[in-house]
């Protein structure tokens, strides 16, 4: 069946709302781990996760960083009105645009937005002054228009001083300084995300260095999670589905160690990982077909793996694909990869690149789910079994919850 034609009322389940942890663990390794491997269900907790990877593996990691996105505003009479900053305007990387002074266009959603009478809406803080101003307003967001004094802050510098932490919104509470500090994986350094990757969350020096013991690598990959994460699929069938397009960042010396791992096992550390590596090997392919192709020629559409003649996921394959990518970098001179994906990984999907996946469990009907799906193979429902055992044994579910490692099938 191709992906199109799957009903995402088949990927639906019962969560009861005391299963969704509002907070997180005092200790992030003390997670539970649910691991399925050989159509085998096993209990561990993070603390452990080393001993359930082979030696000389690869695990590649996000190294986004979540921003406080959410900015209150009040308007003259006093009420409160929330701009969610989704993505900057100017078609540029987000380091520039977190770098930006005095002014700044951004995509945001607005709450309250019938509230917002006046031409401009201002928050003043002991060292800072900040106006937003609409400049239009699209299908589904508003084009703000920021600017502050000092000017010489950079956009960054703003948010760190007067936004607030985007904890996911099925929380259902504010956030607090706890989210300050734990709705950050201890790897975040790029600033730009508005959703953690959550997979993360669980990792800790302490696990850290006992994958360095077993001679375990780390690779790390930079994909900013944005609001479409949480984008609800309201389509009957996937077809009519529209996957939110992100943009991947990936070092050329990350991309070579990727190559040199394949005979071993890589483990895609949460599904924006997962979303970036196996992107890498349509790129590659593209690449391959077309070697004087720019940079927007290799973007990942949302239907390519499944359409692009790459028939058969051998790693000789994946391996002449990624070798082209490589060969094509060289050739356009670049450290770095900058490009879209809107890879829609649902089952019908091979994986490529990545042997297994380290994530949370996910909400019912998304996206995610299909993911999981595809990773773990859809034979008998096979994701059913693992989201029935996590219920009926007490796993806490969604950012703050609990997690598994799924090996491919």
């Not at 990350?254 to 895609?268: R, V, W, Y």
């Not at 392919?285 to 996921?313: H, T």
Request: aromatic share 8%.
């Amino acid at each position: 069946m191709h992906p199109k034609d799957l009903s995402i009322a088949d990927f639906t389940y019962d969560l009861p709302d005391e299963r969704i942890a509002r907070y997180p663990l005092e200790e992030r390794d003390l997670s539970k781990l649910l691991v399925f491997q050989d159509d085998k269900i096993s209990e561990d907790i993070y603390r452990n996760l080393a001993t359930h990877i082979p030696e000389k593996s690869l695990l590649v990691f996000n190294n986004t960083r979540v921003i406080p996105a959410r900015l209150f505003f009040k308007n003259a009479g006093g009420a409160k009105i929330e701009i969610f900053c989704l993505s900057p305007i100017e078609n540029v990387d987000m380091a520039t645009a977190m770098s930006q002074n005095a002014s700044a266009r951004w995509s945001c959603l607005v709450g309250r937005a019938g509230k917002w009478k006046e031409k401009q809406l201002h928050l003043q803080t002991p060292e800072l002054e900040l106006t937003a101003e609409i400049i239009s307003r699209t299908a589904d967001a508003f084009i703000i228009e920021f600017t502050w004094q000092p000017a010489l802050l950079t956009f960054a510098e703003v948010l760190e001083k007067a936004g607030m932490m985007p904890i996911p919104p099925y929380l259902r509470r504010e956030s607090d300084a706890v989210d300050e500090q734990r709705y950050q994986t201890m790897y975040a350094v790029q600033k730009g995300s508005v959703a953690a990757p959550t997979a993360g969350l669980h990792f800790t020096p302490r696990v850290m260095e006992q994958l360095k013991a077993r001679n375990i690598k780390n690779a790390f990959v930079t994909l900013h999670v944005g609001a479409g994460t949480f984008k609800p699929v309201k389509a009957e069938k996937m077809e009519g589905h529209e996957m939110h397009a992100e943009m991947i960042d990936v070092e050329i010396s990350t991309l070579e160690s990727i190559i040199q791992s394949l005979d071993g096992k890589i483990i895609a550390v949460g599904t924006t990982s997962l979303r970036t590596i196996e992107s890498l090997c349509w790129m590659g392919l593209k690449a391959r077909l077309n070697p004087g192709a720019a940079i927007e020629e290799l973007e990942v559409k949302q239907w390519d793996p499944y359409e692009l003649p790459l028939e058969n996921s051998t790693k000789e394959q994946t391996s002449q694909a990624l070798q082209s990518l490589l060969t094509w970098m060289h050739r356009h001179e670049l450290k770095r990869l900058l490009c879209k994906t809107q890879i829609m990984i649902a089952p019908g999907y091979q994986l490529r690149v990545a042997n297994a996946i380290i994530t949370n469990f996910h909400q019912p009907a998304s996206t995610l789910l299909l993911l999981v799906a595809a990773v773990i193979g859809n034979e008998n429902e096979r994701w059913k079994e693992i989201y029935n055992y996590a219920l009926a044994h007490q796993f806490r579910f969604l950012s703050y919850g609990d997690g598994c490692l799924l090996w491919g099938k």
